[in-house]
């Protein structure tokens, strides 16, 4: 069964500095998607950023990057200059194998995220 | 709608009652996922829709719960004869269908099973 990892249940840091929210994954098949969500204590989960196997580039959106290492099955998430209001959990997700529309998407247990001021 | 609306928001009830819950998606949206998500964690995979058809059910915990979306769009989650294990937030997600595509979540049903 493919299968998600967050390390990390939870990270303090320092507003306005970076930090970088891991994720690993595990899958045999060579197609593949991976997402980013922001669930703040409102409880919705918000859309942050996607991934393709195949993407030569790794995603950028806003301050949000993400450091895609294929061959150690990666994806950590990078927030640059944090603020106040990224203090959230953050779930790693994928799109399961065979990679099509018809396939589920499952999410890691989540890193906490608090932003000191 | 402008996003994906879920009722009830809140939900108690007591053990051994069936309870119903709805999912509204976006107008359009093809796709649509039931998550379970317990408190401090991540959500967990229930079952997924593409129009009316039921895709995967293979998260669905027992026979107790039961899923469907018979015109291909609201959805109803039911749960029969609760436990208080099935206390939880129950999240439903909807996207237009494409494999890369993000999903747009409803802010949940949560469910208090006593």
């Known amino acids: 069964a493919q299968k998600i990892t967050q390390t990390q249940p939870g990270m303090f840091v320092q507003e306005k500095e970076a930090v970088t929210l891991d994720c690993t994954y595990d899958t045999s098949d060579p197609s593949y998607g991976l997402f980013w969500y922001k669930q703040p204590s409102s409880g919705e989960m918000i859309f942050l950023i996607y991934q393709g196997s195949y993407d030569q580039q790794n995603a950028t959106e806003g301050r949000y990057s993400l450091n895609f290492q294929k061959a150690r099955k990666s994806a950590n998430l990078v927030i640059s200059a944090s603020q106040l209001g990224d203090s959230a959990m953050y779930f790693c997700a994928m799109r399961e194998p065979p990679y099509s529309s018809a396939s589920k998407i499952i999410f890691g247990s989540g890193t906490r995220l608090s932003i000191r001021p | 709608g402008a996003g994906v609306s879920q009722s009830p928001r809140y939900k108690v009830a007591k053990r051994g009652q069936d309870v119903a819950l709805r999912c509204d998606p976006i107008s359009g949206h093809v796709s649509l996922f039931w998550y379970q998500q317990a408190l401090g964690q991540g959500p967990e995979f229930l079952t997924y829709f593409q129009n009316e058809a039921q895709l995967d059910k293979s998260g669905l915990p027992s026979d107790r719960f039961f899923a469907e979306r018979p015109e291909g769009s609201v959805s109803t989650l039911k749960i029969q004869r609760t436990q208080q294990e099935d206390s939880a937030v129950y999240l439903c997600?909807?996207?237009?269908?494409?494999?890369?595509?993000?999903?747009?979540f409803g802010s949940g049903t949560q469910l208090s099973v006593l």
């Open positions: 997600a909807s996207s237009q269908g494409q494999k890369n595509e993000k999903l747009f």
